[in-house]
Every structure is written in structure tokens, then in C-alpha cells.
């Protein structure tokens, strides 16, 4: 029998049993890809991630994968295996390789040494105009979208709906069915002003019906709304999600460009360890 130890991590927010959960499996030397994939559909989290030796230039390489894909990049697993690695080595950035490159995230820590808050520096995404508008609209349930809807790549493919108000993305009961046979990945749902906004993203054709917190999804909605004019480009954003599915999470990021260029994104967050086990199966 081999034993796979792993951490369970809920990913931005400072509180227990809230937020995005994640599992990381810190030593997944001797995993296949198939192993992996029933692993994570086994934990049922929105991801699952494997700790592998570095190849590179980083500190660790990483694999994640929701209960039926894996991807080449997502930003909860990235920083919720930040503060699982970084907190034992004692390191104020950590390199983590993903199939996207290496994703560096600066940690920052109370005064008795403990990880806080992580920021990462995220893939820059390619925009381009979202496929089938009017199938996406009907699947949500929504007549129109306050900005275009466009899709941005960092890794995932993300596409972006603008409603009239919060309360308008808190009633969003979408077709999940429809949502599925869509072409990108996630759909992101959101409505605010200034720094404060809400989201919802949705993402059943991963086996992820609803997410409770998505760092991937957060970088390209503050280069969304720098691009439309929504904030300035450098200015930081507050992003609650979560919240009609039990979970509340609180997200940062900000977008640095200008001319509609994107030139770097940024997000961060907390996250908190809650829970330890192992699973043992035959070799």
C-alpha cells in the first residue's frame, strides 16, 4: 500500500470553512495522470492539487484538476499551495511551476511568522470576443450585458457578463446544462462600482457547478474593467463571491496596462489550513 498524504485549505478568506476548499496533496511522486484525476474526483473539491519536484526554475511544481479535467492553470490552487509550501520553509516568495509557466507569489507574515496573505503574478490573458453571445445570455437567463462580453485566456478561458446591480447577480439562477455545452470554461457574472465588486462563476463542464472563489477569474475581470473604462489600470479591486453557495470569499486584484494593453496582473488573498489525512491505496 502506498500512502498519499494531503492538506485541506480554504483559499481567500482568514476564516475557517469558508471560501474555496482545496486539497494538496504535497508529495505526488509516483501518481499517474488517471491517479490523479480519481483522486480529485474522489476529494470533490473545485480542484485538487499534486505537489511535484521542481524542473526548473521554481520551488515546486504543481498539477491541478477539478473532478473531471485538469488544468493548466487556476488561481486558488496556486495560492492555497503557496501558503501550504511556503509556511515550513519560511519563504517570502515562492516559484510555483504550472503547464503555464512559473507563477511566482509573494507571502506576507504576522508577527509570529505566520502566512497572511499571498499575491501572485498571473499569466497576462489574450481577450478576444466571446463565442455565441446570444446562446451565453439565454443560458444565463439574462437579456443583455452592461459591457461586452469577452473572453480572456490566461490558462482557463474565462468569459465576462456585466449585470445592472448586485442583487441581479445574487438572483442569477442559470441553466447549468446549457452553461456545459458552451465553449469556455468558466462563465463570470458581476455588477459593482470602484473597488468593490461581486461575482459568480460558473463552470459545470469542469464539474464545478458553481465556484466559490476563482483567482483565475479575477485577474481578467479587473483587466475587463480597466479595459472598459470601469476602474484605472494599477487600482486594486475587492471581489466578494461565494456567498449564494455557503462559501464568502474576498479577492484582490489589480491590472497594469494602459491603451487597452495588458501589461501585468496581480491577485491575492488569504487562506487558512484546516484539515490533514492521507490516502492509501495499492501500488
Known amino acids: 500500500m502506498a500512502s498519499y498524504r494531503y492538506v485541506v485549505v480554504d483559499v481567500f478568506t482568514d476564516v475557517p470553512l469558508a471560501g474555496n476548499q482545496l486539497a494538496v496533496f504535497t508529495d505526488a511522486r509516483g501518481l499517474a495522470a488517471d491517479r490523479m484525476q480519481a483522486l480529485a474526483l474522489e476529494v470533490g473539491f473545485s480542484e485538487t492539487v499534486f505537489v511535484l519536484p521542481a524542473g526548473g526554475e521554481g520551488h515546486a511544481s504543481i498539477r491541478i484538476f477539478t473532478p473531471r479535467a485538469e488544468l493548466r492553470f487556476a488561481g486558488h490552487p496556486i495560492l492555497g499551495s503557496a501558503f501550504v509550501l511556503a509556511a515550513p520553509l519560511q519563504l517570502g516568495l515562492i516559484r510555483l511551476e504550472t503547464a503555464t509557466g512559473v507563477v511566482p507569489v509573494e507571502l506576507e507574515r504576522d508577527e509570529w511568522g505566520g502566512v497572511v496573505f499571498g499575491r501572485m503574478r498571473q499569466p497576462v490573458p489574450t481577450v478576444a470576443p466571446a463565442p455565441s453571445p446570444d446562446v451565453l445570455l439565454g443560458a444565463l437567463g439574462v437579456e443583455r450585458s452592461a459591457v461586452p462580453i469577452e473572453l480572456y485566456d490566461n490558462g482557463v478561458r474565462h468569459v465576462y457578463v456585466a449585470l445592472e446591480s448586485e442583487a441581479a447577480v445574487a438572483a442569477l439562477k442559470p441553466d447549468l446544462a446549457g452553461l456545459a455545452q458552451y465553449d469556455p470554461d468558466g462563465t463570470t457574472c458581476f455588477a459593482g462600482g470602484g473597488s468593490r465588486w461581486k461575482s459568480r462563476m460558473f463552470a459545470p463542464a469542469l464539474g464545478v457547478p458553481e465556484d466559490p472563489a476563482t483567482g483565475s477569474a479575477a485577474g481578467p475581470l479587473a483587466c475587463h474593467l480597466a479595459r472598459h473604462g470601469l476602474i484605472d489600470w494599477g487600482e ?37 489550513v484546516v484539515a490533514r489525512g492521507e490516502f492509501r491505496l495499492p501500488d
Request: net charge negative; glycine share 16%.
Open 236 to 272: 486594486e479591486i475587492e471581489i466578494s463571491q461565494g456567498v449564494e453557495i455557503g462559501r464568502p470569499a474576498t479577492l484582490y486584484a489589480r491590472a497594469f496596462g494602459s491603451d487597452g494593453l495588458i501589461d501585468a496582473v496581480e491577485v491575492g488573498g488569504s487562506a487558512v
